[in-house]
């Protein structure tokens, strides 16, 4: 077993006494430099990082293998990497990019069938009279065809 598959087994044995957190990446550098990012269906507290940080580096052997740990909450404006991102951030303003490269902005509804659940906002012509009245719709896009997707953070 090399060194990462190693490593990769301590975290998912120390997350797997919090089912609310998840991997979102875990990398080793050629000098041992160890970079886990996690992410929680209800956040990533500091508590969290230090928890599965004193898991991973308890465990680990110095005197072995001379390596830097860190581990850091998946961060609010990266895209998502797995399907379950999508349901933790249901109802959050979100910007998906597809792979034809257009760009779709609305509340995310979630998962529905593998398919991310768009809420959109269009300007539509009143159906008797002069104007526009705004309409909003449901878009489902496959996650398949989804080149990227991170939340828009409004203040």
């Known amino acids: 077993m090399n060194f990462k598959d190693q490593v ?8 797997s006494n919090h089912p609310e957190l998840f991997l979102t990446d ?6 041992n430099t160890i970079r886990i990012t996690i992410d929680g269906d209800k956040g990533v507290c500091i508590d969290d990082c230090i928890e599965l ?21 998946f961060g609010a404006t990266e895209p998502f ?7 933790k951030n249901a109802g959050r303003t979100v910007q998906i ?20 659940v768009l809420e959109t906002e269009t ?7 002069k104007g526009k009245i705004t309409v909003k719709k449901e878009q489902l896009f ?7 997707t991170k939340v828009i953070i409004k203040f």
Do not use: N
């Open 8 to 15: 990769k087994e301590l975290v998912d044995k120390a997350l």
């Open 26 to 31: 875990l990398t080793v550098g050629t000098d």
């Open 53 to 73: 940080s004193r898991a991973v580096e308890g465990a680990l052997d110095r005197e072995t293998v001379d390596f830097a740990l860190e581990v850091t909450s």
């Open 81 to 87: 990497v797995m399907e379950r991102q999508y349901t």
């Open 97 to 116: 990019t597809t792979l034809d490269g257009k760009t779709h902005e609305g509340v995310l509804k979630g998962l529905q069938e593998g398919k991310a």
């Open 123 to 129: 300007r539509e012509p009143k159906p008797v009279g």
């Open 142 to 148: 496959a996650l398949t065809d989804i080149k990227e």
